[in-house]
């Protein structure tokens, strides 16, 4: 079974230009969170998804980010005008019903905004 | 404010010797605490996991505790091996239907010696 997989592996921006990360959760798996986890701390959750719909936003800086899962599988996330505050690795992660409990991490995308 | 705290930061200890990495946690409705394992440039995994109605959970050479009374939970590795040289993340959330929003500690980053 494959794991959830993240692209792109690395990205390097200028401040004020955008970026978008891609997620494809383990098949079959209803529910989909993006986790920000900045050098040497834990993951911090930014936004998860139940199917299409978002559950839950509030840590999702609005102003510039953004994230999407139109059709309950694949997930888009976006930074309109990035900080270097953004620097950080990007981490996709799933849960499927069955597993009440365990989310599954994709490796990440780690992000650097000079 | 911070929901999760864990300690040490770091960590070394010699092949074969115990590993103790130690989390307190504050919010009471709490009831559901996971380990993740993470190795650099990958996602964290899943290594242990305990619910507030029990106060130990083992699997192999890893332990995990749990005291409600205190807020607090510990997870011990024995025979550590060099192979278990990774950061480990205590994190807790509660159980609802409503999703998984877990919390996580800033980590502990563990060296095992040969």
């Known amino acids: 079974e494959a794991g959830v997989t993240q692209s792109p592996r690395y990205a390097v921006l200028q401040e004020g230009q955008a970026v978008s990360f891609w997620c494809d959760p383990i098949s079959g798996h209803d529910t989909l969170y993006w986790y920000q986890q900045p050098r040497d701390q834990g993951p911090q959750l930014l936004v998860y998804?139940?199917?299409?719909?978002?559950?839950?936003n509030s840590q999702l800086p609005s102003d510039r980010f953004s994230a999407v899962r139109p059709k309950g599988t694949n997930s888009t996330l976006k930074i309109q005008s990035a900080k270097q505050g953004d620097t950080a690795t990007y981490l996709c992660?799933?849960?499927?019903?069955?597993?009440?409990?365990?989310?599954?991490f994709g490796s990440g995308t780690r992000l650097t905004v000079l | 404010q911070q929901q999760v705290r864990q300690s040490p930061q770091s960590l070394t200890v010699w092949e074969g010797g115990t590993t103790v990495l130690t989390c307190s946690y504050e919010d009471s409705t709490f009831n559901y605490f996971p380990w993740y394992q993470q190795f650099p440039g990958e996602g964290p995994a899943l290594l242990i996991s305990i619910l507030s109605v029990s106060d130990k959970k083992e699997d192999g050479r890893f332990t995990t505790f749990f005291n409600k009374r205190e807020k607090k939970l510990s997870l011990h590795i024995i025979d550590s091996q060099p192979g278990d040289s990774a950061t480990y993340f205590c994190?807790?959330?509660?159980?609802?239907?409503?999703?998984?929003?877990?919390?996580f500690g800033i980590g502990t980053r563990v060296l095992v010696r040969p």
């Open positions: 992660a799933s849960r499927g019903t069955g597993d009440a409990e365990t989310l599954y």
């Open positions: 998804f139940r199917d299409e719909a978002v559950i839950d």
């Open positions: 994190a807790a959330s509660p159980t609802n239907s409503a999703g998984n929003k877990l919390t």
